[in-house]
Structures are given as structure tokens and as C-alpha cells.
């Protein structure tokens, strides 16, 4: 019982992707053969590492039913696909099916995800659905990606073993009007003065949002760091209400824009919060942003305290960005029904089909 409560746990903490399933679209198809090789080095996630003599094996299936039975351990999977520069606008996702147990996954040798965690700390991942977002940033359009994933298999079964592998876009991906993706400041800790407009932030390491922040440097860990990020609001946008889009936060945030907090989701610590939170991990952030907050002419601030309780953390996927409140309604009207599942839509996606 206790395993199989650690099962529901994990399901539960990263299927937020996934409940978004059926707003995917293929557009690439994955399945077929991939290169692979047992064990394991950390040189195998470089674009340019020559992997000729490799083995191929089907994806998906065990490789137990490929000429490894009974490995359990470290191997290593890789590929490759090209994307025509016209999807450069899109939302993309790598999607991996199920891993059996634990996985990391790098795009163009830059690491973009991972589930589970391998020993000393082992934690099984094997019934999650590896969806993961690709970064424009990290893409290369026209020309050939390479996609690398590390696989650890704790027992029985293992690899990339069940789904419909490919590269899905989001048909119902808001495009901001003024996108703010792109490089951010990030400190950990937590300090109420980081939400001053004047704040020195100079020191803070520069990270891709929206980007989990364990594949930049903090993979492990939990608890409390702020974003900032500086901007100047596009002319065509002065005149019009806003709302701002941080895309998907893991766990719970607050935002402030010019020393002026406009919103929050989710409940801190200390205010009774947990790591599940009534799966706040979900949401997409958006939050009304006051004119009077706003400076019209000038620069402006955005600063950003996130709480992460467990595992992933960050701003990690979504639209980052300055929207029209006009196209953030009728955008929200039209997908009123992905909303408030919560819980209960937890538990229907991890019993159902």
C-alpha cells in the first residue's frame, strides 16, 4: 500500500501536463527506432556525441523485449527530427509516454526535464506522462534536433515503454501581445526587499523563463526564490488593459509589479500551504495589471516570489508575457472547461484511460 501511495503521489504531482492532453496536436512522429546503450555518461546528452556504433531499438517497448532481458540500471536513448521554421511561433512539447522508472531528457544537449528520482533518494516515476516543454530558445528550425534521454530502471520492466511519441504543439496556447519569455534574474532564499523596485539584483544568476529551474543549476532543490525581470511596455499596448501571464508556477507564487503586489495563487508555508496545495501547479497565472501600476513611458519591474515544496520548481511552462484583457476573456471563455478540475480531475486522470 505504501508503494502504491508513492505512485498516486507522483502521478498527482506531474500530470498537470497532461490534463491538457487533448488540446495536442502530433506534429512530429517519434515512434520507430531510437539509438541506445546501456550505462551511463553524462557525454551522451551532447548534441555532437557520436553515437554510430550504438544499438537501435524500437520506441516505445520494454527493452526487455529487445535484447536486454533482466538489465536493470543506467542506459541511454537518442534520436533525431527537424522542425520547419514555421512552427517557431508555436508551443512546443516533447511527449515521452511512459518511462519506466526515472528519466532526464536534453534537447540539443541542453536539459529540459526530468521525472522520478534515481538512487540514493529513489522515487519510481514509471506511471507519469513525460510531457515536456521546448524551449524556442533551445530549438533549431530548418535543421536537425537531437534529442538524449537518460533512463534509470530500478526492476522488472524498463525504458521508454508505452504512448504516442512525438513533438505536440498547443493548439490552445495563448500568444502573448508583448512576449517577456526569455532570460530573468533568479536568486533562492527569501527576502520581502526583492519586491522593491530598486532592489539590487545585479548578482542574481540569469535563467530561460519559462524553464523548470532544476535544469538550470538548482536541480534538487526546495523551497524559496524569487524572479525579476525589467521591461518597458510596447507603445501599442499603453492604452489598453493588461493582464499579465506567467505561465505554469511550481508551487505557489506572489507577484509584484513596480513594488505593487497584483496578485497571488496558492497558499506559503506559513500560511498552511503545502506542496500540493490543491494543485496550484496547474494554473496558468494571469493577473490583472492596474494602469496605475503601470509606467507607460519608462521601465518597469516584475518581481516574483515563488514557493517550491517538492521535486520541480519555477515558472517551468506556459505563455510568459503582457496580453490584451479583451483577447485574455474570450481566450479563458473558450476554455472555461479545462478550469477548475482540481483535485477530482487529478484522480479521474490518473484512474482513467
Same mark, same amino acid.
Given at each position: 500500500?505504501?508503494?502504491?501511495?508513492?505512485?498516486?503521489?507522483?502521478?498527482?504531482?506531474?500530470?498537470? =501536463?497532461?490534463?491538457?492532453?487533448?488540446?495536442?496536436?502530433?506534429?512530429?512522429?517519434?515512434?520507430?527506432?531510437?539509438?541506445?546503450?546501456?550505462?551511463?555518461?553524462?557525454?551522451?546528452?551532447?548534441?555532437?556525441?557520436?553515437?554510430?556504433?550504438?544499438?537501435?531499438?524500437?520506441?516505445?517497448?520494454?527493452?526487455?523485449?529487445?535484447?536486454?532481458?533482466?538489465?536493470?540500471?543506467?542506459?541511454?536513448?537518442?534520436?533525431? $527530427?527537424?522542425?520547419?521554421?514555421?512552427?517557431?511561433?508555436?508551443?512546443?512539447?516533447?511527449?515521452?509516454?511512459?518511462?519506466?522508472?526515472?528519466?532526464?531528457?536534453?534537447?540539443?544537449?541542453?536539459?529540459? +526535464? $526530468?521525472?522520478?528520482?534515481?538512487?540514493?533518494?529513489?522515487?519510481?516515476?514509471?506511471?507519469?506522462?513525460?510531457?515536456?516543454?521546448?524551449?524556442?530558445?533551445?530549438?533549431?528550425?530548418?535543421?536537425?534536433?537531437?534529442?538524449?534521454?537518460?533512463?534509470?530502471?530500478?526492476?522488472?520492466?524498463?525504458?521508454?515503454?508505452?504512448?504516442?511519441?512525438?513533438?505536440?504543439?498547443?493548439?490552445?496556447?495563448?500568444?502573448?501581445?508583448? @512576449?517577456?519569455?526569455?532570460?530573468? %534574474?533568479?536568486?533562492?532564499?527569501?527576502?520581502?526587499?526583492?519586491?522593491?523596485?530598486?532592489?539590487?539584483?545585479?548578482?542574481?544568476?540569469?535563467?530561460?523563463?519559462?524553464?523548470?529551474?532544476?535544469?538550470?543549476?538548482?536541480?534538487?532543490?526546495?523551497?524559496?526564490?524569487?524572479?525579476?525581470?525589467?521591461?518597458?511596455?510596447?507603445?501599442?499596448?499603453?492604452? !489598453?488593459?493588461?493582464?499579465?501571464?506567467?505561465? %505554469?508556477?511550481?508551487?505557489?507564487?506572489?507577484?509584484?509589479?513596480?513594488?505593487?503586489?497584483?496578485?497571488? =495563487?496558492?497558499?506559503?508555508?506559513?500560511?498552511?500551504?503545502? $506542496?500540493?496545495?490543491?494543485?496550484?501547479? !496547474?494554473?496558468?497565472?494571469?493577473?490583472?495589471?492596474?494602469?496605475?501600476?503601470?509606467?507607460? @513611458?519608462?521601465?518597469?519591474?516584475?518581481?516574483?516570489?515563488?514557493?517550491?515544496? $517538492?521535486?520541480?520548481?519555477?515558472?517551468?511552462?506556459?505563455?510568459?508575457?503582457?496580453?490584451?484583457?479583451?483577447?485574455?476573456?474570450?481566450?479563458? %471563455?473558450?476554455?472555461? +472547461?479545462?478550469?477548475?478540475?482540481?483535485? %477530482?480531475?487529478?484522480?479521474?486522470?490518473?484512474?482513467?484511460?
Amino acid at each position: 500500500m505504501r508503494q502504491f501511495t508513492i505512485h498516486i503521489l507522483i502521478a498527482l504531482l506531474f500530470c498537470g =501536463t497532461a490534463n491538457a492532453q487533448s488540446s495536442m496536436e502530433r506534429i512530429v512522429d517519434l515512434t520507430g527506432d531510437w539509438k541506445f546503450e546501456i550505462g551511463d555518461n553524462p557525454d551522451r546528452a551532447a548534441a555532437d556525441f557520436d553515437d554510430a556504433s550504438w544499438d537501435e531499438i524500437h520506441v516505445p517497448d520494454f527493452w526487455e523485449n529487445q535484447g536486454y532481458p533482466g538489465y536493470d540500471g543506467w542506459a541511454w536513448y537518442r534520436t533525431t $527530427f527537424v522542425l520547419s521554421a514555421d512552427r517557431r511561433n508555436d508551443a512546443l512539447f516533447l511527449y515521452l509516454g511512459t518511462i519506466d522508472d526515472v528519466d532526464e531528457v536534453y534537447l540539443n544537449g541542453r536539459f529540459i +526535464g $526530468f521525472q522520478g528520482l534515481p538512487p540514493p533518494h529513489y522515487i519510481t516515476a514509471y506511471a507519469d506522462r513525460r510531457w515536456y516543454y521546448m524551449p524556442t530558445e533551445y530549438l533549431h528550425f530548418d535543421d536537425e534536433n537531437v534529442i538524449a534521454v537518460r533512463v534509470y530502471d530500478n526492476e522488472m520492466g524498463g525504458g521508454i515503454v508505452q504512448g504516442s511519441i512525438g513533438v505536440y504543439r498547443d493548439r490552445s496556447y495563448l500568444i502573448p501581445d508583448q @512576449s517577456l519569455r526569455g532570460p530573468w %534574474k533568479l536568486r533562492t532564499g527569501d527576502d520581502m526587499e526583492r519586491a522593491r523596485v530598486s532592489y539590487d539584483d545585479s548578482g542574481w544568476n540569469s535563467v530561460l523563463v519559462p524553464l523548470p529551474w532544476e535544469t538550470q543549476g538548482l536541480k534538487g532543490y526546495d523551497g524559496f526564490a524569487w524572479y525579476r525581470k525589467d521591461f518597458v511596455i510596447n507603445p501599442a499596448l499603453r492604452d !489598453q488593459r493588461l493582464v499579465l501571464l506567467l505561465g %505554469k508556477i511550481d508551487d505557489v507564487d506572489e507577484v509584484w509589479v513596480n513594488g505593487r503586489r497584483i496578485g497571488k =495563487t496558492g497558499d506559503m508555508p506559513m500560511e498552511g500551504g503545502t $506542496f500540493f496545495d490543491n494543485a496550484s501547479f !496547474q494554473q496558468l497565472r494571469a493577473y490583472y495589471v492596474p494602469r496605475e501600476a503601470l509606467n507607460l @513611458s519608462g521601465g518597469n519591474v516584475i518581481a516574483v516570489r515563488v514557493y517550491d515544496g $517538492f521535486m520541480h520548481g519555477g515558472i517551468y511552462q506556459g505563455p510568459v508575457g503582457l496580453v490584451r484583457q479583451d483577447r485574455y476573456r474570450a481566450w479563458a %471563455k473558450e476554455n472555461a +472547461g479545462e478550469k477548475g478540475k482540481g483535485m %477530482k480531475g487529478l484522480f479521474e486522470w490518473f484512474f482513467g484511460d
